[in-house]
């Protein structure tokens, strides 16, 4: 089994900066590409940012600019860095990952147990 593991959330005011990772542990033969998702209260959950295995990007236009996405390949790691923060980003934020457990198996999505992030104004 594959598991994703979230920390870096909190409180933090208007303005300021977070930055939250994504540990996937368990057997894996490749991870495609890991993204962060955020659901924020009475809203559906909705892609924040996204990279592949090789470092390519993309990010929602609400956050282009402000936040960042990485990844340590070699741990497995993916990580988001929010600055700029506005009370809108407040929200629950999911990691994802597209895995492979063998080489002859096919992909599948995986999902971290999700992290708060509230700003306040």
């Known amino acids: 089994q594959v598991q994703l593991v979230e920390s870096g959330g909190g409180l933090v005011q208007a303005g300021g900066s977070l930055r939250l990772s994504c540990a996937a542990s368990g057997r894996a033969f490749s991870i495609n590409a890991m993204a962060w998702f955020r659901q924020g209260p009475g809203k559906q959950r909705e892609l924040v940012a996204a990279i592949t295995s090789g470092g390519s990007t993309n990010s929602a236009d609400s956050v282009r600019g402000r936040f960042t996405i990485s990844r340590d390949n070699a741990k497995n790691t993916v990580y988001l860095q929010m600055n700029s923060l506005k009370p809108e980003d407040t929200a629950v934020y999911y990691c994802?990952?597209?895995?492979?457990?063998?080489?002859?198996?096919?992909?599948?999505?995986?999902w971290g147990q999700g992290t708060q992030v509230t700003v306040s104004s």
């Open positions: 994802n990952a597209n895995v492979r457990r063998t080489s002859v198996s096919a992909p599948m999505n995986y």
